[in-house]
């Protein structure tokens, strides 16, 4: 053990040190982990930052998908670049912190708390991605589906790291939607995504802070494809966004804790999904 803070340059140096002592702690942006340090619920043993570590930044488009390095920031999300391959992770990106939140926290760090409450989460359930892990011993990739499995709890082993979070390349709207109890710097009370894919004449809906983990709304999904005109992209039935909200709100699982109740959230849920889906659609 040692409780020394590791500043590897590159990403060999910092799988590196995760093999040697896998109880080492790993340090992105520390948005959430120092929060933990600060009122004692955390005391690592070591930690590994990978601050200095290049590979991890930045993203890049690869044929059909987007890659997004798991250094990749807030503040990069919202970019106009990558705003416009993926709407929705800008959307939700703008609702994190403050400024100096979004300058410093990351995907990475966002998909490896696991928290029920990360607003990235929604969204990239709604877009199926793939979290590539690697360690020492190779590289694996895993549905953030079978990735994040409670509140706070992934299957990254304790010597891998996320190195790069890949999702879809898709023609079609899509919306972020965060409720709080307050406009701005807020955790999420529920937060919705929804993704209109028009090529592949789907629509998917991922819910944040209503269950311990990401939740999507498959039956709405399914229904609601049916009530579209693809080829005109309009739904003639108004009716069909109240129905869709109420389907939504039925797939959620959520509690009464300090900041909502379990009624209150699911009503939010409706409201965001019916709202997300008229602007979509």
Not at 153 to 181: F, S
Not at 187 to 204: E, K
Not at 208 to 236: K, L, N
Request: with cysteine; charged share 25%; net charge negative.
């Amino acid at each position: 053990m040692t409780s020394a803070v590791l500043l590897p340059s590159s990403l060999d140096e910092a799988l590196a040190a995760l093999a040697t002592d896998p109880e080492r702690h790993v340090l992105a942006g520390g948005t959430d982990s120092m929060v933990e340090v600060n009122y004692g619920h955390r005391r690592p043993a070591g930690i590994v930052s990978l601050r200095r570590v290049d590979e991890l930044r930045g993203w890049r488009v690869e044929g059909d998908e987007v890659v997004l390095g798991a250094g990749l920031t807030y503040t990069e999300m919202e970019q106009d670049d990558l705003a416009a391959e993926v709407p929705a992770l800008a959307q939700a990106a703008r609702t994190v912190g403050s400024p100096q939140i979004r300058n410093t926290g990351t995907i990475g760090g966002n998909v490896g708390t696991a928290s029920p409450a990360g607003d990235t989460l929604p969204v990239l359930s709604a877009l199926d991605a793939t979290v590539e892990l690697a360690s020492t011993g190779g590289a694996r990739a895993i549905s953030i589906h079978d990735l994040i499995t409670g509140p706070k709890r992934t299957e990254r082993r304790p010597d891998e790291l996320i190195v790069a979070v890949r999702v879809p390349r898709l023609t079609g709207p899509q919306e972020y939607l965060k409720v709080g109890t307050r406009n701005a710097m807020v955790i999420s009370v529920a937060g919705a995504a929804v993704v209109v894919d028009l090529d592949g004449r789907t629509v998917r809906c991922g819910l944040g802070s209503v269950g311990p983990t990401p939740i999507r709304a498959r039956e709405a999904e399914a229904w609601v494809a049916t009530q579209v005109d693809w080829d005109a992209a309009r739904i003639d039935d108004p009716r069909t966004y109240e129905t869709f909200g109420a389907m939504v709100a039925a797939a959620a699982r959520p509690i009464d804790d300090h900041r909502s109740t379990a009624a209150y959230r699911r009503h939010a849920c409706a409201v965001m999904a019916r709202r997300a889906l008229m602007r979509c659609v």
